[in-house]
């Protein structure tokens, strides 16, 4: 058979022998050396825009970190000295530029997993002029167990984390009493964990856990759920959630010293 009637198999790809961003976010960062675990949160695939994918090649070496688990971090390095909230899930980072902007005297580290939210929060930082935002990506249980001092947090925020909603599947919500230990260890005493989800079920739990919890107290006078505060703005997707119908609720809880 000559060569033409039995043609070399075509070579694969570039985009599958190379990394899309080979100096960005790496698909699972801690993945080849830490427990195999339920996950909280599950990666979305979706698509990366032009400006998302400029600003992750650019920035991303600067501002930006893989959540690995091989070093802990200097965050009076990272934010020259700043008080550092951290904020476990961003979305595509509207609310946490805003913060960021209306407090430049504090920190915020930024972890997620979705590649476009990360690339979208670097672009906008990136346009506001901010020096207070750090972005990282991967898993906050290794972060927080791993990478980061005790005591070293002034703040953490979760903001409608995803609420699993089947029964089956509420194993797999981040507000569990495990969690609330660890990020116990992590914040400062006095510290300020506030959760917000649209989701009654969740909310529920959340508030009972952290009542129940004895490394925090409610900041309520009586318990029970916050007001949204003023520093927390109100996004495009919870604006939607509220036209739709769904019922915000903030919790506002302070890491007490044992």
């Given amino acids: 058979m000559s060569e033409s009637q039995n043609p070399q198999p075509k070579p694969p790809p570039v985009w599958r022998v190379q990394p899309r961003f080979p100096d960005g976010p790496a698909p699972d960062p801690a993945g080849s050396h830490h427990e195999r675990r339920i996950r909280s949160f599950q990666p979305r695939r979706s698509r990366v825009t032009a400006g998302q994918e400029d600003a992750l090649r650019r920035l991303w070496s600067t501002w930006g970190f893989d959540i690995d688990g091989r070093d802990v971090l200097d965050l009076d390095k ?30 915020i580290l930024a972890i997620d997993v979705h590649t476009p939210g990360q690339g979208n929060l670097l672009g906008l930082a990136e346009r506001a002029g901010l020096t207070n935002v750090r972005v990282g990506n991967g898993d906050a249980i290794i ?96 604006g939607q959630g509220l036209d739709k119908g769904h019922v915000v609720h903030d919790l506002l809880f302070r890491r007490i010293q044992n």
Avoid at 145 to 161: H, I, K, N, Q, T
Avoid at 215 to 237: C, H, I, K, Q, S
């Fill in 78 to 107: 990272m934010f020259d000295g700043r008080p550092v909230v951290l904020e476990i899930g961003f979305g595509m980072g509207e609310a946490t530029a805003l913060m960021a902007a209306e407090d430049p005297e504090t920190g």
């Fill in 143 to 238: 972060l927080l167990r791993e990478m980061l001092p005790p005591d070293s947090l002034a703040g953490m925020r979760v903001y409608f984390p995803d609420p699993w909603p089947k029964k089956r599947h509420h194993k797999r919500r981040l507000i569990q009493p495990e969690f609330l230990t660890l990020a116990a260890t992590r914040l400062a005493p006095g510290a300020i964990l506030h959760c917000a989800t649209d989701w009654e079920d969740y909310a529920e739990q959340m508030l009972e856990v952290l009542t129940e919890h004895p490394d925090f107290e409610n900041t309520v006078p009586g318990g029970g759920y916050a007001p949204r505060p003023d520093f927390r703005p109100l996004t495009r997707f919870e």
